[in-house]
Nanobody, 126 residues
Framework: QVQPVESGGDRVQAGSSLTLSCTFS????????RGWFRQAPGKEREGIAC????????YYQESVEGRFTISRDNAKNTIYLQMNSLKPEETAMYYC???????????????????WGPGTQVNVSS
């Protein structure tokens, strides 16, 4: 079973930067895309960034494009999310997941596979 483990969450001030990491077990690194999701209090979980693990092609939700960067280290079966200029409304639990597609086209967030990890909490104060 695919099992992700997220890390790197912290309490930061608005405008700060933070880098999250996610390491996968139970999955071949070359097969599936990887995605980052977040769930703010009282809101649904949403997919915010995706990377095709083989080609490196990426997708960003409009609200984070230009400020967030997703990357991957195939050898470590790990993905990262560099977040710049964080906003208070981005306070959320951040999760990662494997996506049963080779790329991030279409509604990639609907193709998650495996268990959700524990998540990593990001708190952004104003």
């Amino acid at each position: 079973q695919v099992q992700p483990v997220e890390s790197g969450g912290d309490r930061v001030q608005a405008g700060s930067s933070l880098t999250l990491s996610c390491t996968f077990s139970g999955i071949d690194a070359a097969d599936f895309a990887r995605g980052w999701f977040r769930q703010a209090p009282g809101k649904e979980r949403e997919g915010i960034a995706c990377i095709a693990f083989h080609s490196g092609n990426t997708y960003y939700q409009e609200s984070v494009e230009g400020r967030f960067t997703i990357s991957r280290d195939n050898a470590k079966n790990t993905i990262y999310l560099q977040m710049n200029s964080l906003k208070p409304e981005e306070t959320a639990m951040y999760y990662c997941a494997a996506i049963t597609r080779l790329d991030c086209s279409g509604s990639w967030w609907n193709y998650r596979v495996g268990a959700w990890g524990p998540g990593t909490q990001v708190n952004v104060s104003s």
